[in-house]
Each structure stands twice: as structure tokens, then as C-alpha cells.
């Protein structure tokens, strides 16, 4: 299980216990201890099985874009367990909702230590690209290599977003910031080109008001913005209709787009098109036409409490090639 640790000491407490058990890679006492120091004030992930601490990681700002992936360490009965990925999705997942755009590692440069050079094969595993290599930053013998990642590019998007049901703040949305999501919604792939798929964003706080007040059970409440997603059933051909394909696509676009800006959201469809028809109240209160159907809700916002990924089986249960 991966854990994010509140309390300072139990930070030090576990940076301790786990990096005096590398000595192959914390051996300088004095490293060793600044790191452990630091640790108390960093992000913190530990993963824990059974009580016993498994790893830890820790992420610092060196800027106001960055984040570095300050230590990491695993114990040695647990390498090659999937332990550091898994630490290392949950800081990423952290840096991204908070709006960093890059992570870096610094570490020994490959070709001088054994260990190092698995441990930057790692890096590189994860999705990291060299940088430079700095080769005074520490001394000689141990010439410093930078890695660096992007946290805005589409795949690590993809990766980092995940729905938000809690609270948001209180920040408004800026309408080039909602244009931007909505154009990303429309520029989705169309069966046929028939584009079904017709938006509608909310920013006005009475009809927020409106729309919230008949959302049961409360979803959003606090999201500054909205946009409302409507379908069409146009028939592409042969009689068949793509239009729940089509706005799908524009959903998940969209759902990236809001990641990509800083913001977070959750697709609220079968809440609102049960057999309350709570879809048609807020079609209602929008003035829809009757010849679209009101299939989803999406909020809009920065988020105001910390959440983080859930738990997805290994892809190699899922993914499969050349046959099941």
C-alpha cells in the first residue's frame, strides 16, 4: 500500500530506517543525514506491507515549474517488485494536480558505478530523458546526470488524470481557459463527420445555483464552472447512430485538457440520466432544444483537497499481444 506521510517525524523515522539499509548508495554519512533531514519537510510516500516499510520517496521545488525527485529508496527483498513505480506514479500524480510541469532526478552519471547504472536504467524505464551531465556538481569521480520528464506532454496527461469528486476552490475559471476545454471537446473524432456533439459552459452563478440545487444525490457544489454535454441522434449511415462514440470522445478530450490547465473535473453521466431524468431539469433550466439529449456534466475547477490515483491491475493482465 502506498501512503502519503503527514508527520514530520515519522518522515525522518522512515528515511532513516530505509536509507541506512542501501549502504551502497547512501554510504557518505553525511549525505546520508542531509537527506533524512530533509525529508521532514518534503512530500512523502512510503509503501507498507504488513508494517514493514518497503520504500520511500520524497519530491522538492527547485522552481516554480519543477519538481525534483529529491531520494528514493526501496530495500533490497523488495527490488524488482514494482515497489519504485508505484511510489513514483503516486509523486508524479502529485506533481502534475499541483501544477508542475517538469520532474527532475539527479543522479551518478552511467558507466561509473554498477548500481548506478541500474538505477538510471530505472529512471530511464519510468519516462525519463537525459538532460546534461554536470560533471563538478558533486566531484570528479562522480560526474552528475540530470533526467528530467514533462508532466504536459498528451501520454503523461493521460497517465495523471483521474476523476475528482471533492471539494474545489473558491478561484473563478477563466473563459479562455473554458474555450480552450471546450475546443478540445469539439475537435474529437465525429463518426462520419456528423458531429453530434454540441457544449454548453456555465459560469453564471444563479444558474449554477440552479443546476446544483437539483443534482441528488449533491455532486460538484462547489465547482465554479461547468460544462454541459449534449448529444444529437443524427444517423451516420446504414441507420446507425455514433453518437454516443462521438461524445465520448469529446468527454475524454476535455477531461485531458482540464488536467492539462491546472484544473480537475469528474464525468457525471448515469448520476443525472437515470430514471430521475435529472438530465432533463437541467436541460430545462438551460432552455436545450428538444431535439438534444443532455447526457453529462462536467465541473470545472482547481481542486481543494489532495486525492490521489487508484489502484489498477498490472498492465499485463489487460494488455495482450497477438492474441488473448
Not at 306 to 317: I, N
Request: net charge negative; aromatic share 10%; charged share 30%.
Amino acid at each position: 500500500m502506498i501512503r502519503f506521510i503527514e508527520d514530520a517525524s515519522e518522515r525522518k523515522k522512515i528515511s532513516r530506517q530505509i536509507l541506512e539499509s542501501l549502504n551502497e548508495w547512501f554510504e557518505i554519512e553525511d549525505s546520508r543525514e542531509r537527506y533524512i533531514a530533509e525529508s521532514a519537510d518534503q512530500p512523502f510516500w512510503v509503501s507498507v506491507n504488513d508494517d514493514v516499510y518497503e520504500g520511500f520517496l520524497c519530491l522538492k521545488e527547485t522552481g516554480k515549474a519543477t519538481m525534483e525527485l529529491a531520494v528514493m529508496g526501496v530495500i533490497k527483498e523488495c527490488h524488482r517488485k514494482g515497489i519504485g513505480r508505484r511510489l513514483f506514479a503516486a509523486a508524479k500524480d502529485y506533481a502534475a494536480i499541483k501544477g508542475y510541469e517538469f520532474i527532475q532526478v539527479k543522479t551518478v552519471r552511467t558507466g561509473i558505478y554498477d548500481d548506478y547504472d541500474i538505477t538510471n536504467e530505472f529512471y530511464k524505464s519510468l519516462g525519463f530523458k537525459e538532460l546534461e551531465v554536470l560533471p563538478d556538481y558533486w566531484d570528479e569521480a562522480n560526474p552528475c546526470q540530470i533526467y528530467i520528464m514533462s508532466l504536459k506532454s498528451a501520454v503523461a496527461t493521460i497517465a495523471t488524470r483521474h476523476s475528482y469528486r471533492g471539494e474545489y476552490l473558491r478561484e473563478s475559471v477563466p473563459d479562455e481557459d473554458l474555450i480552450t476545454i471546450a475546443k478540445a471537446g469539439i475537435d474529437a473524432p465525429s463518426g462520419c463527420n456528423k458531429q453530434t456533439t454540441d457544449l454548453i459552459i456555465v459560469t453564471d452563478p444563479d444558474l449554477l445555483s440552479k443546476i446544483k440545487a437539483v443534482l441528488d444525490p449533491p455532486v460538484a457544489r462547489t465547482a465554479p464552472a461547468m460544462i454541459i454535454v449534449l448529444t444529437r441522434r443524427i444517423n451516420a449511415y446504414r441507420d446507425r447512430c455514433f453518437a454516443i462514440q462521438d461524445y465520448s470522445a469529446a468527454i475524454e478530450n476535455m477531461l485531458l485538457a482540464i488536467v492539462e490547465l491546472g484544473y480537475q473535473s469528474c464525468w457525471y453521466e448515469g448520476h443525472i440520466t437515470d430514471e430521475d431524468r435529472i438530465c432533463d431539469k437541467v436541460a430545462s433550466i438551460l432552455n436545450v432544444p428538444d431535439e438534444y439529449d443532455l447526457v453529462c456534466i462536467l465541473p470545472v475547477g482547481k481542486a481543494a483537497e489532495s486525492f490521489h490515483a487508484p489502484s489498477k491491475r498490472p498492465l499485463s493482465e489487460r494488455v495482450h499481444i497477438n492474441g488473448f
